[in-house]
């Protein structure tokens, strides 16, 4: 059995690039294989606030100074959260890309789960990952990123860039990226990339499957 956690990005339903070429991903890996799926969407799930006392017990983790109990409690209330990355085989990531970087809710998400002794250790021998999943990571965005236009991936990508740094931070670097672009240039435009990316996501099932 390969257990998929989907992180979805988007706060569209039913129009979301990203969410549609992950759940095509998803669903023809289902029919090939045994899979249990996890949805985790960042703009439905509660998301504890990650506030002062979450924060003091980060740095008091860090530093390895004891915890109060109130610190505890904060930093007991992400664990649930954190287990469910920890658990899948497969991390399916729905990105919609929002002025050049992330949406807010998934960065808040990132703030959350990005802990140390939860997804990294960092002893003297620096960092180190502790998630173990494949990963499949869908990059949706509106404008065109290739060289020589007014918005060159090198310069104006802060979406897929930042999702890869953090993947790779939590130990995560087994990845497989689906970018689509020109989503917002009319409808045979974004039905285009649309296609072609289906098409890349049915083949990445395949692949996949044949290695469960
Ligand atoms: C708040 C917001 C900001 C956006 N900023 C950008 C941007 O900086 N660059 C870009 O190429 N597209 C931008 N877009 C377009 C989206 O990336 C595009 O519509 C994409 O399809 C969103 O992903 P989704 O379909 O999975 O929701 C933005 C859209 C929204 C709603």
Same mark, same amino acid.
């Given at each position: 059995m390969t257990h998929i956690l989907h992180l979805v990005g988007s706060p569209r339903t039913t129009v979301s690039a990203s969410r549609e070429i992950a759940n095509v991903y998803i669903e023809h890996l289902s029919s090939l294989s045994n899979c249990t799926v996890d949805t985790l969407d960042v703009w439905k799930e509660h998301l504890p606030e990650f506030d002062e006392e979450a924060m003091n017990a980060k740095y008091a983790g860090i530093l390895g100074k004891p915890l109060t109990e109130r610190q505890q409690h904060a930093w007991a209330t992400l664990a649930p959260v954190v287990e469910r990355i920890l658990k899948a085989d497969i991390l399916v990531v729905s990105v919609p890309m929002w002025n050049f970087g992330i949406p807010y809710r998934l960065k808040h998400f990132i703030d959350l789960v990005s802990q140390k002794d939860y997804l990294f250790r960092f002893d003297a021998n620096g960092f180190t990952g502790m998630a173990s999943a494949k990963v499949v990571l869908v990059c949706a965005r509106g404008l065109n990123f290739a &060289?020589?236009?007014? &918005?060159p991936e090198a310069e104006f990508d802060h979406q897929k860039s930042y999702m890869l740094m953090w993947l790779k931070f939590i130990g995560l670097t087994d990845v497989d990226t689906i970018t689509l672009e020109q989503l917002v240039f009319g409808s045979e435009a974004d039905a285009a990339a649309r296609a072609k990316a289906k098409t890349i996501a049915l083949q990445l099932a395949n692949s996949h499957s044949a290695t469960l």
């Open positions: &060289t020589g236009t007014d &918005t």
